[in-house]
């Protein structure tokens, strides 16, 4: 069975950075995609940034230029590093990993809070 957990979320300032790790473990396979999604107070969870296998990325619009989103393929593993923060980007943090083999199957980490408050 896969388990997805992440790490790193926190409380920072505005204009701070922050780092958000997540590894996706159980599987002898590569996933496909990670990525990562966030889900304020109210709010539909939406997409934050995610990358292929192969290094595609995508990035939502109000994220551009601030966050960056790389993965470990070996070690199934993804970082979202978080610059220039923003109180519009507090959220909920969630992780996650979609699979192919052995079967086309997405999971999904608990979520780690961010909080960007002064």
């Known amino acids: 069975q896969v388990q997805v957990e992440e790490s790193g979320g926190g409380l920072v300032q505005p204009g701070g950075s922050l780092r958000l790790s997540c590894a996706a473990s159980?599987?002898?396979?590569?996933?496909?995609?990670m990525g990562w999604y966030r889900q304020a107070p109210g709010k539909q969870r939406e997409l934050v940034a995610r990358i292929t296998s192969g290094g595609t990325t995508n990035y939502s619009d109000s994220v551009k230029d601030r966050f960056t989103i790389s993965r470990d393929n070996a070690k199934n593993t993804v970082v979202l590093q978080m610059n220039s923060l923003k109180p519009e980007d507090t959220a909920v943090y969630y992780c996650?990993?979609?699979?192919?083999?052995?079967?086309?199957?997405?999971?999904w980490g608990q979520g780690t809070q961010v909080t960007v408050s002064s």
């Open positions: 996650r990993a979609a699979f192919l083999w052995p079967q086309v199957r997405a999971y």
């Open positions: 159980g599987s002898t396979f590569s996933a496909n995609d």
